[in-house]
């Protein structure tokens, strides 16, 4: 999957945060989670943190729900949390952007927590709040990663390689025989 451009990507991060959330609205996933573990892993740390900087000002945009700039804010310091695990995940397979799309996932929602309770102090802290939001939210980001990111960009690296074009010319050499 490394051929694939990263514009795919993110057209479908922003494809999802325009329009999933009108359709599954009661279901909150970090949208460009599994782009950033993508990113990480193509980009320096530099060119990581304008890029996150630019996906929380998308989700900013869309959001109303916290002032602008807290996503922007908390994209940035989840990739300077998250960009120097890129180690442990460093090949870009289905499992492994969905596992690193979960942690950068968990950290997010933790992270966007504890902004929110010191800029607003209208969240209560609770364990219950931490479990779903860090832990049950980060299991359904990284189901999302892996139906929504890694299934179409391997469906673009296969169509990008040629291989269906030889699919079909042995399918009909089999049909003329």
Not at 8 to 17: A, Q
Not at 57 to 66: A, F
Not at 69 to 78: I, R, V
Not at 96 to 113: C, D, E, M, N, Q
Request: proline letters at 3%; charged letters at 15%; hydrophobic letters at 50%.
């Amino acid at each position: 999957m490394k051929n694939v451009p990263l514009w795919f990507p993110l057209s479908l991060s922003i494809l999802y945060t325009i329009y999933g959330s009108a359709v599954f609205t009661e279901i909150k996933l970090i949208t460009f989670a599994p782009m950033l573990a993508i990113i990480y892993q193509r980009k320096s740390f530099i060119v990581t943190l304008w890029i996150s900087l630019f996906c929380g000002l998308i989700v900013d945009t869309v959001s109303s729900q916290y002032p602008f700039g807290l996503y922007g804010a908390c994209y940035m310091m989840t990739s300077a949390l998250c960009y120097h695990l890129k180690k442990h995940f460093f090949e870009e397979k289905p499992s492994a952007i969905s596992f690193y799309s979960g942690v950068i996932s968990s950290i997010f929602s933790f992270l966007l927590i504890i902004v929110t309770y010191i800029f607003q102090r209208q969240v209560s802290i609770t364990l219950e709040l931490i479990l779903s939001d860090c832990l049950v939210s980060a299991i359904f980001d990284a189901l999302y990663a892996l139906i929504w990111f890694t299934i179409p960009m391997q469906a673009y690296a296969y169509i990008e390689s040629g291989k269906w074009k030889k699919f079909l010319r042995k399918q009909e050499e089999e049909d003329l025989k």
